[in-house]
């Protein structure tokens, strides 16, 4: 680790730490241990998409269907469970295939047909989430305590099977991103897929595969999703897409390609549910909490693009 990542890390712990202190301050509850298993137990949505969100910024895309794939794959696990009676272990496979799925063909039509991921996944975002609603008759579909489990804290643990499943898969995104051939060639192609390609290097198999490992991550967040409400809800995280890509962008993630992390995303996670669980613990209005995160994001991302111009002009 570089002293600018150990920099990164340490900044957003200092911002994390700061907020915590700030609401702590600011209410009397905030500072209790309920409050903070109750964040950890409500961001493994988020904090999954963001994973697969961080992977496919890196190679230079977006995914602007995490939110829909999410709902079409939650549909699908209620519809197998509900409808066909199947078992919770036997459904989730085909939860998550439903998503890798979708991940697959936002890759395969962006790469291939060399069309922004930009466009093609917000196509995406209408065909998933129409799916959603032709499988659920567009009635939030009750699965009920089958799935329960998935979300409610571990008896002594006091954290979720859903919260230690997104922990896993952020540790094995960083280790995907740092660690293998296959990030190496992702951070390659975000920083110049053009070097890449002279260099004798395919960059089709490595930027489709973000985007099936991020489609696969929305199916795995489908599952978390229906665990923590126990349904399957045709208009289940809706803009969450935009949180991803806040938490991403707060976390370093570069919009342009090139520079992320999977750990500071997910620094960038707890973040936003902190600032989000406070503001609405000193009573501030759901409408000021949109004003206040969106303002959050702004800066962040004139932030990232100052730094890309520093790193232009260091360069």
Known sequence: MNLRSVIQYAGLVGVLVLLVIVFGSLSENFLQWSTFISIANQVPDLTLIAVGMTLVLVVGGIDLSVGSI???SSAVLGALMVDWQWSLWASIPFCVAAGAACGLFNGCVSVLARIPSFIVTLGMLEIARGATKLVTDSQTKYIGSAV????????????SPAFLMAITAVIGGQLLLTRTVFGRY???????AEAVRMSGI??????????VISGALCGLAGLTYASRLSTADPNAAIGIELSAIAACVIGGTSLMGGRGSVVNSFLGVLIIAVLQTGLAQIGVSDPMKQIITGCVIVIAVLLDALRSRLDTSTN
């Not at 992702?186 to 110049?192: F, K």
């Not at 395919?202 to 985007?211: D, E, L, M, N, R």
């Open 202 to 211: 395919s960059a089709a198999p490595y930027a489709i595969g973000v985007f």
């Open 186 to 192: 992702c951070i390659a192609i975000g920083t110049n």
């Open 148 to 159: 329960e489990g998935i979300g409610e804290p571990i008896a002594g643990l006091s954290l």
């Open 70 to 72: 999410l709902a079409f």
